[in-house]
């Protein structure tokens, strides 16, 4: 569905992805893996045509995107929620969630998608005419999905979902996910909680320092030596 091929980024002079290269299929879940600073977001930002790219090619169902627009990548489907949530703190659950709506497509549907929302995550119909600001940290994030989902996304890539959250409420906003995947939508959960990403992904990608360490699928990953040791402390 999604294919980046050797790509190459840099801020300024400082390049921070080398020759990265990553596939995402239809109908499954990829993590993309790796500590702070390995180049993660700045891979997706890259996918979502807010980093251009010094050299390589990004396409999406075989067309080439790599040279496309914020609105015109989101318009194809590729939606992203970005790392810290980015709500808008003085508007209401709801207002920020209608915020997800503005392509014409979406907008068409959006009584739907919105019913959609609040019956994935009831706490956010409770309390649509509270403020966002107001909310926990875990209704924040869901709040987060739910704008990404009113954009009627067919990849949804969701950056750092785990970031300051409770495990247990990570792993209840991981089993959401599935059930996302479960509808027909391809997900790619960009962390640095590779444990429980790998519980629920079907494939995973590594990052070390902008480059692709490891790959394969995520139940082969769990059991890899490097990756133990290097990020699971076993
Ligand atoms: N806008 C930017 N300008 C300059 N350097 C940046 C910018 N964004 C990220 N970086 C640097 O690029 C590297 C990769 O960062 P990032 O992609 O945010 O990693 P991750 O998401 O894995 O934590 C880091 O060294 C970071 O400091
Ligand atoms: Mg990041």
Same mark, same amino acid.
Request: aromatic content about 4%; charged content about 25%; some cysteine.
């Given at each position: 569905m999604l294919k980046l091929e050797n790509i190459n980024l840099s801020y300024g002079e400082i390049q921070v992805l080398w020759d990265l290269s990553l596939e995402i299929p239809e109908g499954k879940i990829v993590a993309l893996l790796g500590a702070n600073a390995a180049?993660?977001?700045?891979?997706?930002?890259? @996918?979502?045509?807010?980093?251009? $790219?010094?050299?390589?090619?990004?396409?999406?169902?075989?067309? *080439?995107?790599?040279?496309?627009? !914020?609105? &015109?990548? %989101?318009?194809?489907?590729?939606?992203? %929620? !970005? &790392?810290?949530? #980015? +709500?808008?703190?003085?508007? $209401?659950? /709801? /207002?920020? +969630?209608?915020?997800?709506?503005?392509? #014409?497509?979406?907008?068409? =549907?959006? #009584?739907? =998608? +919105?019913?959609? %929302?609040? *019956?994935?995550? !009831?706490?956010? &119909? /409770?309390? #649509?005419?509270?403020?966002?600001? *107001?909310?926990?940290?875990?209704?924040?994030?869901?709040?987060?999905?739910?704008?990404?989902?009113?954009? /009627?996304?067919?990849?949804? @890539?969701? *950056?750092e979902l785990s970031l300051g959250l409770a495990p247990i409420l990570v792993q209840e906003l991981l089993r959401t996910l599935s059930s996302i995947k479960n509808e027909g939508i391809t997900i790619m959960l960009v962390e640095q909680n590779v444990k429980q990403s790998l519980a629920i992904a079907d494939f995973a990608y590594v990052l070390e320092n902008g480059r692709v360490a490891i790959e394969g699928e995520a139940k082969e990953l769990a059991e890899d030596p490097h990756l133990k040791k290097a990020y699971l402390g076993i």
């Open positions: 180049g993660k977001s700045s891979t997706i930002n890259a @996918i979502s045509g807010i980093n251009k $790219t010094k050299s390589g090619a990004i396409s999406f169902h075989g067309k *080439d995107i790599t040279k496309m627009a !914020p609105h &015109e990548i %989101v318009d194809l489907g590729i939606v992203q %929620v !970005p &790392e810290g949530r #980015k +709500l808008f703190n003085f508007m $209401t659950i /709801e /207002e920020n +969630l209608l915020l997800g709506a503005y392509s #014409k497509r979406a907008r068409k =549907n959006l #009584k739907a =998608n +919105l019913r959609r %929302v609040y *019956d994935m995550f !009831p706490i956010l &119909e /409770e309390r #649509k005419s509270q403020l966002a600001g *107001d909310m926990s940290g875990g209704q924040q994030q869901m709040c987060a999905i739910g704008r990404g989902l009113m954009s /009627e996304p067919k990849l949804l @890539i969701i *950056d």
